[in-house]
């Protein structure tokens, strides 16, 4: 086996180790081990792409207290339950499968009594997942909204500012709904910083957003003057006072809802640095809390490549950097791709010509933007391959088309669906030696 093909393999290997310690079922069952909960009828309901894992291993705590549900979670995340129903809705943008379903949730929750308990399982995809338009507003507004949105460049945060404001589900408006005497949100984090009200848009947590910072968001963007009508009206008023705001702290509504994080992208990065060490590596999880623009911190990746390699440092080869995190994708062309494929191509530009450098950008659930691939891992020779494929890199990423290019390179990493969904994954390898 060559240095190149030992590197991947052992990234992979890495990656999968990684995939295992956020396995929603596995961190649902060791939340509810450490739970005190009170007893009486148990109602399950959530929203997110690893929403359907988290429902049956509730099912399988729980057992015949367990009265009915239902979860909505993406296309090819769905599993065998025997009392949660689950739905399957478009993802990233909304669709009509994921309003129906989201409207069923709000009378699920609306039907719960006062001795039950709703157990709210949730995960990053929830957004688009369970929209439920405010009044005055229809599907084809959130789905214009979002898709602006979605390539402007906004953060995470920043769109969920806006998705509270005009669908009624987010910013605490299921506890809000919910009738239950205790509300327990367990949820599996893809944010950086793993706040509760920024996941699937907080559906049970406090809204730190007012339609003030919605508005704001969109102006910051120049997106005011460029949605729907309806959906500029509708902030206006909230904006005037004329709609009740998001549930804030110290409402009611919260008194009964508790919170816990069962999983996050901290926990997959240790777990990557523990199963790159078994494999003889030094390993070090740099960073949890990665953000920005997806090209420039592919940057900075092949800048610690190139360090590790040439200089070791920060510690010497056979060495692995880990460090998760959520970038964004400002859309200038009309290329194919997602944030882990564009940050890899910058990231292959970056060690061009480096032996032994590897960088690899993992979309945890399994699908990096609108395309069948999970991200990508690049090296050294990344960029020839392309160029002998007959696809400038360069002009690629200008372009926002990172997938052919990374397809005709060998690059792509193709998982399918993983049932899991916390933040994205990168990893910077230092090669060893020959063997």
Known sequence: MSNAEALRTDAWR????????????????????????????????????????????????????????????ADGCAVPTSKVTVAEAGHPVPDERGMAAAGELAALAERTAEDDVLIVVISGGGSALAPLPSTGLDLTDIRKTASLLLRSGATVREMNAVRKHVEELKGGGLARRARAG??????????????????????TAADSTTFRDAWEVLVGYGLEERVPPRVRE????????????????????????????????????????????????????????VEGEAREVGRVCAAVAQE?????????PPAMIVLAGETTVTVHGGGRGGRNQELALSAALGIEGVDGALVCALGTDGRDGPTDAAGAMVDGRSTERMRAGGVEPRAALAENDAYPALQVAGDLLFTGPTGTNVADLYLIVAGREER
């Open 308 to 316: 590790l390699s040439q200089r070791g440092r920060p510690v010497p």
């Open 234 to 289: 509708h902030l206006r008023r909230g904006l005037a006072g004329e709609i009740r705001e998001t549930v804030k702290v110290g409402d009611r509504t919260l008194q009964r809802v508790r919170h816990m994080i069962v999983g996050s992208g901290a926990e997959a990065a240790s777990a990557a640095a523990q199963a790159a060490e078994e494999l003889g590596y030094r390993a070090l999880v740099l960073a949890s809390t």
């Open 182 to 203: 205790h509300v327990e949100s367990l949820i599996l984090s893809d944010v950086v910083g793993d706040q509760v009200e920024a996941i699937a848009s907080g559906p």
């Open 14 to 73: 890495v990656c999968q180790a990684a995939l295992a310690s956020v396995e929603p079922g596995r961190c649902v069952l060791r939340a509810l081990k450490e739970m005190d909960l009170p007893g009486g009828r148990v109602w399950v309901v959530g929203m997110g792409k690893a929403s359907a894992r988290m429902a049956a291993a509730c099912e399988q705590f729980f057992g015949e207290r367990v009265a009915g549900g239902l979860v909505v979670t």
